[in-house]
């Protein structure tokens, strides 16, 4: 039999029969990193995909690599040397694309991918399965070798086409199927970002899945025995420039009570988020997956019997509901929590926010009470960061200048009010807001994050996983950037 043929009918065999099944397996990596399908339509989305995608890639291996090798020289030890490195090198690029994808929810070909692979690779290697998919990938390139020998020995003494002409067709069909079936039925979009290439993915972070389980993993863990009052006052549109003695007076004098954070920074890109971020101290993007599941600090609230008054979104609505609450409150002196959120201008908001204080001061319910004024969002593209005013129950006056954020406030809040041992450990964003060292912060929407590095004097952003740097920010933080934006679910 002519060499050339029994090179190539042996490369079928071993590619076909070996690296394909091998392939689809090693696929099956990707389930890591998000959930499995859920009805018929996903299965036979994600099947026919499976097949499909690693079948054409061992396709493509064999025809553009292995079979000029083989026709040019088909030699004994060229074609099965040469054969099991192309095995190898491509399996081992899906292994290392499901450990991207199953840690940072991107594939190689992003340019996170890029940036992973380019000198950071320290990150994917504290995956928890790391070391697992290692010991099974040298045992993986041990059975290639062994079974690659056994069937060059094999096909000498007997040969024959193992591996018939159909599976190339199989690999097509299944491929052509998947893919129309994704245009005509309800596959989740998050599920396509299974496989490169699909419509539906955005070549880079997927921070939209629905499906995964959002909780809370703590306990505050509170011993403290007070119970002080709160009263949160959030104006919607708020940027740092807006809070000046012309523009708000009453509250501007109001700094003289308290401690002013001056470089307080916006974590969210709008109204909506902005309020997420400060009650529930965690990254935007989280907004749409807390389904039934309240601020941490509430559940501790309710165990103290705090009488909790939420008046919504709007100000005029809000305002009559705490006059009344205000005027009606008789002589109970259950602690309160008391939230405002005002939609007016900052000139009107400022008297408004007079007239209240006014109020509780007439009516005693000031005492022992803490106060946080601040804003949801900057209110322009420009302005990143929104004020912060901070008054505790013993009044202390200060300036902070050192970068803070809305992922401290309530932490921070529970520590003081109650003593709770595991503020930050809960809401796992945040920092003291007394603590001055801070080396970077980060702000999140469903589909891109900001980073500001303040130890380089850098930033970067994120934006449908394609990367902007600015000035000197290190490339690593995009990594802890990532795993915050899961770490929830």
């Known amino acids: 039999m002519q060499r050339k043929s029994f090179a190539l009918l042996w490369g079928r065999k071993i590619f076909f029969g070996l690296s394909f099944p091998l392939s689809c397996l090693l696929g099956l990596l990707y ?4 959930s499995l399908p859920i009805n018929f339509s996903e299965w036979f989305y994600f099947v026919t995909n499976l097949v499909g995608y690693f079948g054409l890639l061992n396709v493509l291996f064999f025809y553009l690599l292995f079979y000029p090798i083989a026709r040019i020289q088909p030699s004994y030890y060229v074609v099965r040397i040469w054969s099991l490195i192309l095995i190898l090198i491509l399996n081992s690029l899906i292994v290392i694309d499901a450990m991207i994808f199953s840690k940072y929810q991107v594939h190689l070909y992003s340019d996170i991918g890029k940036l992973l692979l380019s000198g950071d690779l320290h990150h994917l290697a504290s995956n928890e399965i790391f070391a697992g998919i290692i010991a099974i990938f040298l045992v993986y390139a041990f059975v290639v070798w062994l079974r690659g020998e056994a069937t060059w020995r094999s096909m000498q003494g007997r040969f024959y086409n193992p591996i018939g002409g159909i599976h ?57 025995k007070e119970n002080p009052n709160l009263i949160m006052i959030t104006l919607k549109e708020w940027g740092s420039s807006d809070f000046t003695d012309e523009k708000m007076p009453h509250v501007y004098r109001m700094k003289r009570h308290g401690v002013n954070f001056s470089n307080h920074y916006s974590v969210a890109s709008t109204v909506k988020t902005g309020l997420f971020t400060l009650f529930y101290s965690m990254p935007a993007s989280y907004e749409p997956h807390t389904g039934n599941v309240k601020p941490f600090f509430l559940k501790e609230m309710n165990k103290r019997n705090y009488e909790i008054l939420d008046y919504g979104r709007n100000e005029e609505d809000s305002w009559v509901s705490f006059k009344s609450w205000s005027n009606n409150r008789g002589e109970e002196r259950k602690p309160f929590f008391l939230s405002i959120v005002m939609d007016g201008i900052v000139q009107e908001s400022d008297v408004l926010i007079q007239e209240m204080i006014s109020i509780l001061q007439e009516r005693n319910l000031l005492e022992n009470t803490h106060i946080v004024i601040t804003g949801s969002h900057p209110g322009k593209i420009s302005d990143s960061r929104i004020p912060l005013l901070y008054i505790d129950s013993k009044r ?12 401290d406030i309530l932490p921070s809040l529970t520590q ?12 796992r964003v945040g920092f003291p807001l007394t603590q001055q060292k801070r080396e970077w912060l980060f702000s999140s929407s469903p ?24 000035g000197n920010a290190r490339s690593e933080l995009v990594f802890s950037t990532i795993e915050h934006l899961k770490r929830y679910f």
């Open 396 to 407: 202390k006056t200060s300036e902070a200048h050192h970068p803070t954020s809305h992922y």
């Open 416 to 427: 003081n009010l109650w003593n709770c041992k595991n503020s930050f450990e809960v809401a």
């Open 31 to 34: 389930l890591k990193g998000s």
């Open 447 to 470: 589909n891109s994050f900001k980073i500001y590095d303040f130890l380089n004097d850098g930033m970067i952003e994120v934006i449908d996983g394609k990367i902007n740097t600015e």
């Open 168 to 224: 190339l067709g199989v690999i097509f069909f299944l491929l052509f199927v998947g893919k129309t079936f994704y245009f005509f039925s309800s596959v989740h979009p998050q599920f396509t970002a299974y496989f490169p290439f699909d419509v539906n993915y955005r070549n880079g972070v997927d921070l939209e899945d629905g499906r995964k389980k959002f909780t809370y993993s703590k306990d505050l863990n509170c011993p403290g």
